[in-house]
């Protein structure tokens, strides 16, 4: 849990588990840097267009690429290796890629990684500014990591974007995109609960005084890999839980290979040599699903009639989020569930045509049954591993 969202919203990347508490060093990070009151004067760059017709059309094709992955033990960022790993691959793609992934404990690298000629797994942590070197890097790809330690989400936010800012600036010249990874509904300054983790570093490293040329924004749906604790409790309840109300009720959720491949893909695009505004890309499911479609996909894939699917209405949401998350956090999870139910200020951001000059949509291939399953399979061959370690 220690580098990555353990949120059911998995906007984000993993889905939540009983809380093992972790100590988390403390975030180093000049107080001068963008604070509450300076974000007022970005967040109308927030908006800024795609691709202006104005910003230069310089394009640069790179032939050899560094991308720095951080933090690479979140979901997003090792699919997004294996995504890079399988495009750099193809034999019509000539670049050479370097992959520098980055560990708070490198030794929890994948084996697939370590063994890999281009991927180097670093020692790195966004909370301590001297470990973070981007002066090798062409791309930076950052997926803001949550705490649970207790330490305020707010002071956090500013915390760790202010130090990858910082980062960013020691390697001013060199970086030449910054690929952020972000979150549906992390435009709005309010209402979003834990969410304004990703409102904040959005603002902090997409203003014009990040010494970076290119920036994108990511904000993929829900993962389809954060229903698992769906699957996994109707498996040994046979019932399905649902915070996703009312149960017909449709959101934005879309696998994690689809997202991958869509960062993978920015990440590999030609430069823009010269400094160009903001791009954001959402990045949807084939279509949107609802907890009754979740409900159908985990009865066929579980090959079972008799799963009961229970709605959690919003008045009950702090009971049920008080049994996974520290008191301190748990608003900040209703938050922002209310935030995409209906009437909340997220819900109006599910639309597959709200695409203009500042917005792209996406829209992935992965079904949610054919993503269901291959999470009910990840959990038998996660059983089975343990098993062999047993025997």
């Known amino acids: 849990m220690e580098d990555s969202f353990p949120g059911f919203f998995c906007f984000i990347n993993q889905p939540f588990r009983p809380l093992v508490s972790a100590s988390r060093p403390t975030a180093s990070v000049s107080v001068t840097e963008s604070s509450p009151s300076s974000l007022k004067t970005v967040k109308s760059q927030q908006h800024r267009q795609l691709r202006s017709s104005t910003a230069p059309a310089t394009m640069a094709t790179p032939q050899s690429l ?15 290796v294996r995504a890079l ?5 193809n034999s019509d793609n000539k670049t050479i890629i370097k992959i520098n992934a980055i560990y708070r404990d490198p030794s929890k690298a994948p084996t ?9 797994a670093v020692k790195g942590n966004v909370g ?5 070197d981007f002066k090798t890097s062409d791309v930076v790809f950052y997926i803001p990591p949550p705490t649970y330690d207790g330490t305020d989400t707010e002071s956090w936010a500013y915390a760790t974007a202010n130090n990858v800012k910082a ?73 399905i839980s649902s915070w996703l109300t009312p149960l017909e009720y449709r959101a934005p959720i879309v696998s994690v290979k689809d997202i991958a491949s869509t960062c993978a893909k920015e990440i590999l695009k030609p430069f823009h040599e010269k ?50 998350f520290p008191p301190q956090y748990v608003q900040e999870f209703i938050d922002m ?28 291939e992965t079904e949610l049954l054919g993503g269901i399953r291959a999470v009910y399979e990840g959990i038998l061959r996660k059983e089975k591993e343990a098993n062999l370690v047993i025997n």
Do not use: C, W
């Open 167 to 239: 980062a960013l600036s020691d390697a001013a010249g060199k970086v030449k995109k910054l690929v952020l990874f972000s979150a549906i509904g992390a435009q709005h300054d309010h209402g979003i609960g834990i969410l304004k983790l990703n409102h904040i570093t959005d603002s902090i490293l997409t203003a014009e005084n990040v010494n970076v040329p290119e920036k994108v924004v990511i904000r993929p749906g829900y993962f389809i890999e954060g229903f698992a604790p769906f699957l996994e409790e109707a498996i040994g309840t046979g019932g």
């Open 128 to 132: 301590n500014l001297p470990t973070l």
């Open 85 to 89: 790993l399988a495009l750099t691959s």
């Open 275 to 324: 400094e160009s505004l903001p791009g954001y890309i959402k990045i949807f499911g084939p279509r949107h699903y609802s907890a009754h479609d979740l409900h159908e996909a985990i009865s066929t894939v579980l090959d079972r009639k008799d799963i009961k699917l229970n709605p959690v209405p919003p008045e009950n949401l702090a009971e049920y989020f008080g049994q996974v």
């Open 66 to 80: 560094t991308v720095t992955i951080i933090p690479a033990s979140t979901k997003a960022g090792e699919e997004t």
């Open 112 to 120: 697939d990684f370590v063994s890999h000629p281009s991927v180097t």
């Open 337 to 364: 569930t209310t935030a995409v139910l209906p009437g909340g200020v997220m819900a109006r951001d599910f639309g597959y045509d709200d695409e203009d000059d500042n917005n792209v949509v996406v829209r992935g």
